[in-house]
């Protein structure tokens, strides 16, 4: 209602002004704007169309308005609106000034991050200019160089060839002299040669005469020194038979002397094979735990200790099959109370898959009863050719002079007890393995024999005749392993990183987990197999930067090892069925 009082709103509702006046009334007009006067019609205006209707109720209503009680509240509420509408154009025109100092400020700042960016672009280009001044100065350096370098070595070129041609001009001289030299020497020495040829030709019947003197004189001397021996020898010799008690006595001489030198050769060779067997092994031996006079004299701590060990128990650090352990056990009861009693010892084959453990059971059995071991490898018979049957017989001799009891190991037996039957074994292996058969056809209380291998189906059929005992040793179950697995991971992780004598340390995991997971991932190796799997998590630790070993790095060991298991049995396969080491499935 406020057009009533005289104030027209915009369309934003900005300013205020008075009513619009009404349009001026044209001249001549009455009733209309439509007349014409005379005969031209009356111009048209912009109020022509104009409707004065709403105007007069305006009017009106403003007029009532007036007359109404609340005229005076609309002046004000006029009034207020007014200053409002003030108030918000000077705060809108605060508001545009505060945007032109900002926008001021902008420019500024933009005028000065400019100015920053064209003293930063200049600096960069003088640093550029400097370097590339710079490289300019040290390519002229280098360049300046190179071609003293190239002077230099245009300059030593140039000596070498001098010297060369130097060196060129005096061989050329030498060879020069030497030649001169060498034709003056065949010429004086074919001189010479003509000279003597032609007084040799000149003085031939004086020289051969000459000749014929001396041997004439030579034949005299011999024929008279002959007659002379003859003469003295017959004379001594005539009288050495008329005289009998030198011919006697002669007799007696040579013959005594016979007897001195066969009595010494033989009494020699006794006496150095009875010093061979004491003081030295025989060379069929690769390692032995007998005490030699040699080794006490060179070695007598270590043997003081080793006399004064007590015996181990046969399985300490050995894990079989609980049917496999009695077996053991009763052969190591039986083996001790043999000892002890002084009777004849039992003969022992073990076979089974490489790796099993035959070697070590066969020393703990050997330290369980109080014996000595030898361990002797087959490879090492079959090489020695003819002089294999002498070297059986010495190692059976120094086998026979042990006082505590000897186990003598034979590790990879089928190496040299094959068939005698077959083709392939030489006459010396034959020898040798006749020799064998010699020395083991009776049962003995001095030594006590352990063959070990994995083809036992190739001995000679009198070789299982000299078996008593035969011990199958199979791979390890799962049982066996996770014992295997857990003796060596204390044995060559924990106890070395727990001690801090060597540069290993263990990472935090569970470990009994770990090798009940790595026991599932081992299924079909050997114990030896296992240790060479504890001694590589060993060697990767050592070969780590800090030394710790840790879960991941005893993951890929394993898997190292699984993979090299299954190409060993794809080996193992492809060389066709009959094996004898083919391991059986645990």
């Known amino acids: 209602m406020s057009w009533l009082f005289g104030i027209n709103k915009g369309l ?29 019609p009356a111009p048209k205006d912009k109020w022509s169309n104009f409707d004065p209707t709403g105007l007069e109720r305006a009017a009106k209503a403003a007029r009532e308005l007036e007359q109404s009680r609340y005229a005076k509240d609309a002046l004000n509420l006029a009034q207020m609106q007014e200053q409002k509408l003030q108030v918000e154009q000077q705060s809108k025109l605060k508001e545009y000034e505060a945007a032109v100092e900002q926008l001021r400020s ?19 280009q ?49 060879e020069r002299e030497m030649e001169l030299r060498q034709k003056n020497e065949i010429l004086r020495v074919e001189a010479e040669a003509r000279a003597r040829a032609k007084a040799e030709r000149e003085n031939a019947d004086i020289i051969r005469e000459q000749i014929h003197l001396k041997a004439a004189e030579h034949r005299q001397t011999v024929l008279e020194s002959i007659r002379t021996a003859g003469t003295l020898f017959g004379e001594g010799f005539h009288a050495f038979l008329t005289d009998r008690k030198k011919v006697t006595a002669t007799v007696v001489g040579l013959t005594l002397l016979a007897g001195g ?121 079959a090489p020695m ?24 190991f034979v590790d990879e037996a089928d190496a040299f007890l094959r068939k005698r039957a077959t083709e392939k074994i030489s006459e010396d292996l034959r020898a040798t393995l006749n020799a064998f058969l010699y020395r083991t056809g009776q049962h003995s209380n001095k030594f006590m024999l352990v063959l070990a291998s994995n083809q036992p189906e190739q001995f000679d059929w009198a070789i299982n005749d000299r078996i008593d005992v035969m011990v199958h040793f199979d791979l390890p179950r799962q049982e066996e392993r996770e014992r ?26 569970d470990y ?65 069925p009959g094996r004898g080491d083919e391991p059986s499935p645990s």
């Open 484 to 509: 295997l697995v857990r003796m060596y991971f204390d044995k060559y992780v924990l106890k070395p990183a727990t001690e801090g004598k060597q540069r290993l340390k263990l990472a935090q995991f």
């Open 261 to 381: 030198v066969y009595s010494a050769k033989n009494g020699t060779a006794a006496a150095a094979r009875f010093i061979e067997a004491r003081l030295w092994k025989p060379s069929l031996v690769r390692e032995t735990s007998r005490i030699t006079v040699l080794e006490a004299l060179q070695h007598p701590f270590q043997v003081r200790q080793r006399l004064l060990s007590r015996p181990q128990d046969v399985l300490e650090g050995v894990v079989l099959s609980p049917s496999l352990e009695a077996r053991v056990r009763d052969i190591a009861i039986a083996t001790r109370n043999t000892k002890k009693n002084r009777s004849l010892y039992r003969n022992v084959l073990m076979y089974g898959p490489p790796g099993t453990g035959e070697t070590l059971l066969a020393k703990k059995l050997a330290v369980h009863s109080g014996m000595d071991d030898a361990i002797v490898t087959g490879g090492d018979v």
């Open 106 to 124: 902008e420019q500024i700042r933009a005028q000065a991050e400019e100015r920053r960016k064209t003293l930063s672009e200049e600096t960069r």
């Open 385 to 408: 050719g003819r002089k294999g049957m002498t070297a059986m017989h010495k190692l059976f001799d120094w086998a026979n002079t042990s006082r505590r009891g000897l186990l003598l």
């Open 512 to 576: 009994g987990r770990k090798c009940s997971e790595i026991t599932q991932l081992t299924e079909g190796m050997s114990g030896q197999e296992i240790a060479k799997l504890a001694l590589s998590w060993q060697a990767t630790a050592y070969a780590s930067e800090d030394g710790v070993l840790t879960e991941a790095m005893m993951d890929a060991c394993v898997q190292d090892a699984v993979q090299q298991h299954q190409q060993k049995m794809c080996w193992l396969k492809s060389e066709g």
């Open 12 to 40: 934003k509702g900005e300013g205020a002004g008075p009513p619009l006046p009404l349009p001026p009334a044209q001249p001549g007009a009455e009733g209309g704007g439509d007349r014409v006067l005379g005969d031209r």
């Open 126 to 174: 003088h640093q550029a200019r400097a370097q590339y001044q710079d490289k300019l100065a040290r390519q002229r350096y280098e360049d300046q160089l190179k071609q003293q370098q190239l002077l230099n070595e245009e300059n030593l070129r140039k000596q070498e060839e001098s010297v060369q041609k130097q060196e060129a001009m005096r061989r050329a001289t030498v």
